[in-house]
């Protein structure tokens, strides 16, 4: 059985740029949700995909937006870049909305 | 809406001892499912520990690790038996609904455990 996988596992940005980050579900998952996690605090809930749609997102602005393919691998992009931006960016997959398994994230600096 | 409340940002603990860690919610829901997760240290992983669902009333348990849930009075406090050196971590506690739709983690802001040999 293969784990949540998220590439890539750093990443160096500078103001103002795009990034997309991705991820693979674990195999029987369904759903995948994405998470902010600053310096020292814990995860913060960015948005959920079921079914190739958004199904719930959290307070962050619209310039954070993702997908969902056919395979529930998912993307999370990031426009216009800021430096509060800079981050661990942790995916997790699930049957329906079960419990959540989460994958070694992706660390993300903007500079 | 939800909140996570870890009390302890540190705590230290011997290795072959028991250490517990405190975590409170606030909710209206009467259903939900609480969680720990685990991160290590230079790992961002976050590996999940136990899970609690709160209509059941008996405390989960996963080997060394098991949960005093209070209900009433919103806590759900982790104990570690036979602590050792691999369960040096950053521990969180997280508040999920039960119920269709969105399912999203409430996280604490962590307890950094080290264990000393």
């Known amino acids: 059985e293969t784990g949540v996988t998220q590439s890539p596992t750093h990443l160096i940005k500078t103001r103002g740029q795009q990034v997309t980050l991705r991820c693979s579900s674990q195999?029987?998952?369904?759903?995948v949700s994405w998470y902010q996690q600053a310096l020292g605090q814990g995860p913060q809930f960015i948005f959920q995909y079921y079914r190739e749609e958004e199904n719930g997102r959290g307070n962050f602005p619209p310039r954070f937006s993702g997908l969902q393919f056919p395979n529930y691998s998912s993307e999370l992009n990031v426009n216009a870049l800021e430096l509060d931006d800079s981050a661990l960016y942790l995916c997790a997959s699930s049957f329906l909305q079960g419990t959540q398994y989460f994958g070694p994230g992706t660390r993300l600096l903007v500079l | 809406a939800q909140t996570v409340t870890q009390s302890q940002p540190e705590m230290s603990v011997q290795e072959a001892e028991t250490v517990t860690l405190s975590c409170t919610y606030d909710?209206?829901?009467?259903?939900?499912?609480l969680f720990w997760y685990k991160q290590p240290p230079s790992s961002g992983q976050m590996i999940l520990v136990i899970?609690?669902?709160?209509?059941?009333?008996q405390n989960a348990t996963e080997n060394r690790f098991s949960v005093n849930f209070q209900k009433a009075a919103k806590s759900f406090s982790l104990k570690i038996s036979d602590s050792q050196l691999g369960d040096t971590a950053m521990y969180f506690c997280?508040?999920?609904?039960?119920?269709?739709?969105?399912?999203?983690?409430?996280f604490g802001s962590g307890t950094r455990l080290q264990v000393q040999p």
């Open positions: 909710t209206s829901e009467s259903n939900y499912y």
């Open positions: 195999s029987g998952h369904n759903t």
């Open positions: 997280a508040f999920m609904k039960h119920r269709t739709g969105r399912r999203a983690l409430t």
């Open positions: 899970r609690q669902e709160a209509y059941k009333q």
